[in-house]
């Protein structure tokens, strides 16, 4: 697999919790996403410095797996928090899974419909584009956010 394909995918599963940790700092455990953040820092670097001899993909795939490694110790600490049951937070999960895939595939299809656009205009394209793939994979998963998004003048009407 290229390397930007094994980065991508830690994109992704980074993507599942994209603000868990600013709702735990948000609720006091500021001291908990500190150390958190710490270790993590501390383990990429020891994976670099311990398979960057065996090729990038290595260090790619650890980083990899220190993400499911962080969504999986995310998840348990969100749970805790706030108590809420393991189902009810990964069908939140599950929904941004959802949401990014499917922005995901508008991505690669416009890429594919636009491979000689310069950047400027492809930028103009994709951000009403990207909007749009979101807005619909929230009402797709008929995500929780919704309702915030309801209460905006703007998208009042909208959704």
Known sequence: MALTRVFALVLFVEGLMVFS?????????VKYVFKLSLWLVLLRI???FALVEQGLIW?????????????????????????V????????????GVTLLLILLVSVGLQ????????LWKML???????TSWMLGLLVTRHEIIGDLRSLPILNKVL
């Open 125 to 131: 394209l994709y951000l009403p584009v990207f909007l």
């Open 21 to 29: 940790e600013q709702l735990l700092n948000a609720v006091g455990q």
């Open 85 to 96: 049951s393991a189902k009810r937070l990964a069908k939140i999960y599950a929904a941004n």
């Open 46 to 48: 020891a994976a670099v």
């Open 59 to 83: 260090v790619a795939y650890a980083f990899l797996v220190i993400s499911l490694l962080k969504v999986s110790v995310v998840f348990f600490k969100v749970r805790s928090v706030f108590s």
């Open 112 to 119: 594919l419909l636009t491979p000689d656009m310069p950047f």
